[in-house]
């Protein structure tokens, strides 16, 4: 008889109310492996990772840890067997500090029990982040006041303060710039030494072809397999997780750039950026790269109003206009899709309806009456075109699976008719075929004659749909690239101020 293996999820089944999320699961893995787990959006990936972490019940099914039957009944006895889960959607508490997060019923005490030893606790804090490699993160500031990369930084940290046995990686590379990305990487190789088990998820097949040394593909709520890396090619992953292979990646462009729709001129926002000036035009995709706190995200806030610049001129078809708030942006045509999707984009306890509605209010009202039927046609057409499962549009967003929670962020967007529409990683968590979907929509609507501004920390992406790039480097444009002529490396390069 063979060894038994180090994890063994037998026979998993789990229902929510009508919805089969996974159906007999069979799943093997070791310890010192990095096993990644791939497959569409709503396959079942997160579901099967939460039973493993005691935060959901199988209906049917078996837990094996080293040959034992264990069964996470909480989140806390999960902990207690050394199993650790970095959520695709953040658990942090957003009003505490980086250390107390990190330290979370752990903090130091000094003399007192009440008294907490902050000297000590900050410390021990720094120390860990150091200790993991990641640079960068001030223990001291409240972690809503961190930005998103740094957020799942420190919930990486406190995932593996004390050593795992298990490690439940769900999508953590989602919001990495390159740099921190190789950070997570190095202390997945160091782990993997100390025989944790890294169980990994992502979207991203090239990071999974790198760090895994086992993939397993589920799909529709059932395993497909198990493969190696190294025996297998990224088509013939995509076809085991897609069930068909995929054709042309990105969209053929029809329509050259025609005139101005946006001009922004000298904008300024002291200590964040400075002196950015650049036009989009209609049907015309500029792209925007750059690192992870270049300033990107926060030129593209104050075009959108929701913040204020503190000097520079906003033009939008050739005249000059004072924005104060999202509302007037969205009034004048624009809109804007934000990298944090629970924060800014959607209201989880509202249906999909509810959700991908609200930007096209002012299409079916009339009168201030909401046309509710119309409203419906319209969201139930967008939701098929981009395949959001389940499509019944009753359903409470926060039920959705993390990919298709993205996809009702970019319908409401979609739906609003927009003329310039900027796009804060639009494929963030979203699985390949869909990918492929949302690069042709986006070519659509440029074609369509929309000016579409695209920020995005995947180079194939912004290579494989701009018209031309702008790099973002410390708050400052840094270079402009012709989005035909430009290659990866030298947008790395300009982004990280390296000359070639
Ligand atoms: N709390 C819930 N209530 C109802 N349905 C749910 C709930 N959680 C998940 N589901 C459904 O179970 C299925 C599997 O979801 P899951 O989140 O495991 O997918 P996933 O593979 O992690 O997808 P993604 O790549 O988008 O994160 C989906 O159809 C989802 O809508
Ligand atoms: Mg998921």
Redesign the pocket.
């Known amino acids: 008889m063979p060894p038994s293996a180090f994890l063994h999820l037998k026979g998993i089944t789990k229902n929510?109310?009508g919805?089969q999320?996974l159906k007999e699961v069979d799943f093997m893995a070791e310890a010192g492996e990095v096993h990644a787990i791939v497959?569409?959006?709503?396959?079942?990936?997160?579901?099967?990772m939460k039973i493993l972490a005691g935060a959901l019940q199988p209906d049917v099914g078996v837990l094996l840890l080293e040959g034992k039957s264990i069964q996470p009944k909480s989140p806390q006895y999960a902990f207690r067997l050394g199993i650790r889960t970095v959520y695709?959607e953040f658990s942090l508490a957003p009003h505490l500090s980086v250390t107390e997060n990190i330290l979370l019923g752990q903090m130091p005490t000094g003399r007192f029990k009440w008294w907490v030893d902050w000297q000590q606790a900050y410390g021990r804090a720094n120390e860990l982040l150091e200790s993991i490699g990641f640079k960068g993160v001030n223990v001291r500031s409240t972690i809503s006041s961190l930005s998103v990369s740094h957020q799942q930084m420190v919930e990486i940290a406190k995932a593996v303060a004390q050593k795992p046995r298990i490690l439940i990686l769900d999508?953590p590379s989602a919001v990495l710039s390159q740099d921190e990305l190789k950070q997570l990487f190095a202390l997945i190789h160091r782990l993997k030494q100390e025989s944790t088990l890294v169980l990994y998820?992502s979207?991203r097949l090239d990071e999974v072809f790198e760090i895994a040394d086992r993939i397993t593909v589920?799909k529709d709520?059932e395993t497909v397999g198990t493969v190696l890396p190294s025996a297998t090619s990224e088509n013939q992953l995509i076809k085991m997780m897609v069930g068909r292979p995929l054709e042309a990646i990105y969209p053929q462009r029809k329509k050259l750039p025609g005139k101005s729709i946006l001009d922004v001129n000298s904008l300024n926002k002291v200590d964040i950026f400075s002196d950015v000036s650049f036009t989009v035009a209609d049907g015309e995709i500029l792209g925007m790269f750059g690192l992870v706190g270049s300033g990107r995200t926060e030129v593209a806030r104050c075009i959108f109003a929701a913040d204020t610049p503190d000097s520079g001129t906003i033009k939008i078809d050739s005249r000059t206009v004072h924005l104060k708030s999202p509302c007037d942006a969205v009034r004048t045509n624009m809109a804007m899709l934000t990298e944090d999707r629970k924060r800014d984009g959607l209201v989880m306890q509202c249906s999909i309806c509810d959700n991908a509605g609200l930007a096209t209010m002012r299409l079916v009202s009339r009168w201030s009456y909401l046309l509710r039927g119309q409203q419906k046609k319209l969201v139930q057409s967008k939701v098929q075109e981009l395949s959001i499962?389940?499509a019944d549009i009753s359903r409470k967003v926060?039920?959705?699976?993390?990919?298709?929670q993205q996809k009702v962020v970019l319908a409401k967007w979609l739906l609003s008719n927009a003329k310039l529409i900027i796009l804060d990683e639009p494929t963030r968590?979203v699985?390949v075929a869909t990918k492929v979907e949302i690069y042709h929509l986006i070519g659509e609507l440029a074609d369509a004659g929309a000016a579409i501004i695209l920020i995005s920390s995947e180079l194939p992406e912004i290579l494989g749909l701009s018209d031309r790039i702008l790099v973002m480097r410390e708050g400052r444009l840094a270079g402009e690239f012709d989005g035909v002529q430009a290659d990866e490396e030298s947008l790395l390069a300009c982004a990280a101020g390296i000359n070639v």
């Open positions: 929510f109310d919805t999320a497959g569409e959006n709503g396959a079942g990936k997160s579901t099967l695709q999508e998820i979207h589920l709520g499962r389940p926060r039920e959705l699976s993390g990919g298709n968590g699985d």
